[in-house]
Structure formats: structure tokens, C-alpha cells
């Protein structure tokens, strides 16, 4: 299995999670998140826009358990 990188652009606030390869197209799954694609249809990354909004809901709950600032 391919290893896949994550990247964070705080200026722009989106999170990217990819493995090697082009993008093709993208298909919007959800408002503000894109499935990344190759040229045969395949999986190559996920973006999230306005990162920080979306995923607070999920980082929230662990932020308080380890008491993170």
C-alpha cells in the first residue's frame, strides 16, 4: 500500500491527505471536501477546505481529553 502524505496550509486553511500521483479531476462530496482522482478514476487524495471549521466537531472531544491549548 502507497503511503499517504499530509499536508496543512494554515494561510488557506486546507488539509490535503494524497499519495503519489496526478490529479485528474476531483469530485465534491461534501460542501468544502473534494475527492482527489487520477486519469483511470482512482483515489489519489482527499482536500478539505476550511479545515479547521469542518473538523472541529472531530478534534474538539480530544483536544479536551489531552488538554491541549
Do not use: C, Q, W
Request: glycine share 6%; no cysteine.
Amino acid at each position: 500500500m502507497e503511503k499517504l502524505k499530509v499536508f496543512y496550509d494554515r494561510e488557506k486553511d486546507v488539509l490535503s491527505i494524497a499519495k503519489e500521483g496526478i490529479e485528474e479531476e476531483f469530485v465534491e462530496v461534501y460542501p468544502g471536501i473534494n475527492l482527489e482522482l487520477d486519469k483511470t478514476g482512482n483515489f489519489i487524495g482527499i482536500e478539505i477546505m476550511r479545515a479547521s471549521s469542518i473538523l472541529k466537531d472531530v478534534f474538539e472531544p480530544i483536544r479536551k481529553k489531552t488538554h491541549v491549548a
